[in-house]
């Protein structure tokens, strides 16, 4: 495989549809082994399963592991750290995009939703990304992203479970580059800078009529992701970057 992201293997949580799916896609496109984690192993009332994914790589002259994952569950993700390792001899970067949508108000928050979020969405993110640091440490550097929101800053609409979440991934990160500068590992957070509209958006964005110019093309986020992935701490780090923000 030539491309920029040639000899690197990056692990891909939350991989089985929407934007992980085309993130997954766009990394191996660019060279990389891609290790297409998430739960959905066969279909279910949402489209998208890992092993889709997979092929559809392995079908384009890629590399892929379909490695089951929940992000959740410590065991679950320190296996499908693993399986990758053992299958690609190493990990040099991170997509940790897997996440849960509730846009509700506070008021009318059940607890289940707010705990599913913080859960996804904030611990999901920690466990993936302490498991891959060492990896990422043994290659001598690399490149972290965790895939927020830009409703953290939107405080004029309100609160909700899932803004609050990705504020504390975005706290997460920041603190996180400044732990692993001295390693080389780049750490950044990375979302759309407007509305992708996935399988996730369209069923859980409370049927909200969305404007065209308000809609973003997947491929942005992909591009955006390949540039972060590509680089390590002499690059950007510390940051918190729109996908149209960044250079093409
Ligand atoms: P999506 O279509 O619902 O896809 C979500 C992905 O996360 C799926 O692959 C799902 O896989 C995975 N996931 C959910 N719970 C998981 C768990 N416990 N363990 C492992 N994987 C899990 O959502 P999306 O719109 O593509 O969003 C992707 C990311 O972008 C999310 O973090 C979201 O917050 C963020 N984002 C999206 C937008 C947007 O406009 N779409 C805007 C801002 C930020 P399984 O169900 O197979 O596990």
Redesign the pocket.
Known sequence: MTGTLAGKVAFV?????????TVALALAEAGAAVAV????ERE?K?P???HDVADRITAGGGRALAVP?????EE?VESAVAATVAEFGGIDVLIA?????WLGPVESTPLRRWQLCL???LT?VFLVTRAVIPHVRARGGGSLVA?????VGMTERGANA?WVS?AAVERLYLGLAAELKADNIAVNCL??S????????L??GSGREIPPEAV?PPQA?ADAAVLLAGQDATGITGTVQRSESLPG
């Open positions: 949580a939350g991989a089985s549809r929407g934007i992980g799916r984690a998430a739960r959905s279910g949402v998208g399963t890992i994952c929940d992000v959740t569950n679950s995009n897997a996440g849960v949508l859960d996804v969405n999901g895939i927020t929101t830009t409703g899932y990705k979302s759309p407007r509305i992708v509209l996935t399988e996730g958006w069923a859980g973003e986020m």
